[in-house]
């Protein structure tokens, strides 16, 4: 085809694989990567797409679902498997903008439901949890310390999520709960104390932040302190703890009940 | 150390290398791996170490934990890089009994809670559930058609509940469903459908079996046909679905709540 890159060296190229790969480049550069039809389309639907690529082949199957705003970048198969990060390819990628955003008092609703995650490590369990926020209409996911959202691994898990979803810089406990408190919204510590109240007893709908913490170490005291209420979730069989992914999608959907 | 294995062609050595590796084999031979002190501490404790193995340094820090019915192979350190599966390995390992049971009558109860596992097949998903089961007292998990239980990536994800939780491999669904109604056990297929009842309006309570199907395609029809009831997890957001996973917890939560 006319026009169609062929070389790993084409600044384009480039660009992409650097994106995929360099976590303070997508910082800087306020950029993330998503492969797929998919996560490429709702991309575009949401107006985020600000690079499209597709491979020859996959041009003359999507081209009519691909056509919108965005001239796609021609790119020859064999490049596709070179940007691609998984076994069969669809030959369809983009550059998206990261609308990286900072909590900020008007991003808080009195009324609206939210979800603090604190030194949260995994990918695919952050994945999965911002999926589920998404399904269950958490108003907004505020991250504090945690894997970076945009890195491959998150935004594959998060099914489109990650374009919908307000995620928010939050800042340390002692900052954060307060504000929280300043709009009227309650901060309930997920934890394994003994002394926490078992979600059922809880009132875990409007106004309300529920706080997760770290997979291996759980929440930081200090931050355990600063929320005003804990709560648990009551478990009958013998497993210590519940996966934190698991957790928090547990007490999304008990806030959104 | 004396008698210590240095040797990768150690018979010992490749046995071990050979069930991490080899589905079949694991299971003509009934036996899976497993690595790190919590998991090979809970497979001593529940009697299903068939064979352990450390390193030297890890003998010397752990011989107090490990001391038990079964004597180590004590093994280099090398070798224990070579057996793991992790970037830090701890240096213990086991081979633990399988325990692969096929669902027979005697297995269920009629005021059980259980979960049928149709086609699923992500070894993330598959552990994730593993463990949330153990977590909240499900009689048995009923696998068809999934992903092997006792691959490295989904015991490591278990927890441990792999040693505790009946897990039982369940024929297809005409032949399934019957077997759980004449124990008085009520079939719940979960499902995207418009029609399905939402789980807040079902009694998920004892004598239940709630379905989840593939990560992709979901139930097949058949096996809800089969099912005598439709049961749906209501969404407010705008994703399609929940991951395989996380809808499987929640109606966990939900049948033992």
């Not at 991309?43 to 985020?48: D, I, N, S, T, V």
């Not at 999965?128 to 959202?149: E, H, K, P, S």
């Not at 691994?153 to 408190?181: H, N, S, Y």
């Amino acid at each position: 085809m006319d026009g169609c890159i062929t070389s790993k060296n084409n600044p384009l190229i480039r660009r992409y694989r650097r994106v995929l790969e360099d976590k303070r480049f997508r910082s800087t550069e306020q950029v993330f990567a998503a492969e797929g039809l998919r996560l490429v389309c709702e991309a575009l639907q949401e107006g985020r797409c600000a690079a499209l690529y597709v491979t020859e082949s996959a041009y003359e199957k999507y081209a009519d679902v691909l056509c919108g705003g965005i001239k796609p970048v021609i790119i020859s198969d064999a490049l596709g498997n070179h940007l691609s990060e998984t076994e069969h390819p669809q030959g369809v990628f983009a550059l998206c903008s990261a609308a990286r955003m900072e909590l900020g008092r008007d991003r808080l609703r009195p009324n609206g439901r939210y979800l603090v995650l604190y030194a949260l490590q995994d990918p695919g369990n952050m994945g999965m949890i911002l999926r589920t926020a998404d399904a269950f209409g958490i108003d907004a996911v505020l991250v504090y310390r945690c894997c970076d959202v945009y890195s491959p691994k998150v935004v594959r898990a998060t099914m489109g999520a990650i374009f919908r979803l307000p995620v928010l810089e939050a800042p340390a406990a002692d900052l954060l709960c307060p504000a929280l408190e300043a709009q009227g919204i309650r901060s309930y510590a997920a934890v394994l104390h003994r002394d926490a109240r078992p979600v059922t007893a809880c009132d875990l709908g409007e106004g309300c932040a529920v706080w997760i913490g770290n997979e291996g170490s759980g929440l930081p005291e200090d931050a355990v302190a600063a929320c005003k209420e804990k709560v648990i979730i009551p478990m009958r069989g013998n497993a210590e703890s519940l996966n934190a992914a698991m957790a928090a999608g547990i007490l999304m959907w008990e806030m959104m009940k």
